[in-house]
């Protein structure tokens, strides 16, 4: 039927995708491991199932939908995931794809916990969005499988456009989320971080693990860490603040960057 590709750090945008993948009977294609080769796109169908990064669309997406060569006429749809607020994320997509003589026809929200340990999602409305999920699932499938188009709804507010500012100056400035540290002292050398950043961003230097200049901001690494090692500027997850989806493994992370997510 056709393709959903996806991108994810902690899980939640992999495992929606891989769900609706399978009740549309469609392939599932890592975003990353795409990107390594780029090659034409001529599905029918296209889903592409994304985060939400601090009212933003994470940079590799961003190089995907102008890059990838989608068939015309495809029926493409977007799913975006998020704790909070999705700013004008649907509209800056339909607009990308609009540069690239493409439309977007069906674009939607999915509420799931927050992994941006700011504002972390409270223990019982966690479970609740989790609970949620495959309902929501259910309600894109038919809307993909009767063509639904609601373009014309996704438009652009303003007040967004304010915050997402706001919010992007804050994290830098305030969080310092740019200064990513790794604590050798609790570092056990397991490599988790290097082998799930979508971005490759992380490499190892002699004994210990640096960070290069090509963030996505995506908190993997902090998260995937078993002894919580790393340091984003002021953020360190913990017992209140730590979030992977429970339906998606390390294993999954990693398969992202190779195309071997299991599902």
């Known amino acids: 039927m056709g393709t959903i590709y996806y991108f994810t750090g902690t899980g939640n945008s992999l495992s929606i995708a891989r769900t609706i993948a399978g009740k549309l009977n469609a392939n599932l294609a890592s975003i990353v491991d795409y990107m390594k080769e780029k090659r034409a796109i001529d599905d029918e169908v296209i889903g592409i199932v994304m985060p939400v990064y601090c009212m933003d669309i994470p940079k590799l997406v961003k190089d995907f939908l102008r890059t990838a ?38 674009g939607t929200v999915i ?12 223990a019982q409305k966690k479970q609740q969005m989790l609970a949620n999920e495959a309902a929501e699932a259910d309600k894109i499938c038919i809307a993909v499988a009767d063509r639904t188009n609601n373009s014309a709804d996704l438009k652009n507010k303003f007040w967004y456009v304010f915050l ?17 540290t790794i604590d050798t002292a609790k570092c056990i050398k397991c490599g988790n971080c290097e082998r799930v950043c ?47 989806h429970p339906n998606v493994t390390l294993q999954d992370i990693i398969g992202q960057k190779n195309g071997t997510q299991s599902g």
């Open 69 to 106: 060569r989608f068939a015309k006429n495809s029926y493409i749809f977007v799913i975006v995931t998020c704790g909070g607020a999705p700013g004008n994320v649907l509209h800056i997509t339909k607009e990308i794809l609009a540069e690239q003589g493409q439309t977007l026809a069906y």
């Open 111 to 122: 509420f799931l916990p927050d992994n941006s340990i700011v504002l972390p999602t409270a």
């Open 164 to 180: 997402k500012r706001l919010l992007a100056f804050a994290l830098r400035f305030g969080y310092k989320v740019d200064a990513k």
């Open 198 to 244: 979508p971005a490759n961003n992380i490499q190892k230097d002699g004994s210990k693990y640096v960070f290069g200049e090509n963030c996505e901001n995506c908190f993997a690494c902090a998260h995937w860490c078993p002894v919580r090692a790393l340091t984003l500027g002021r953020l360190t997850p913990d017992d209140k603040t730590h979030y992977t």
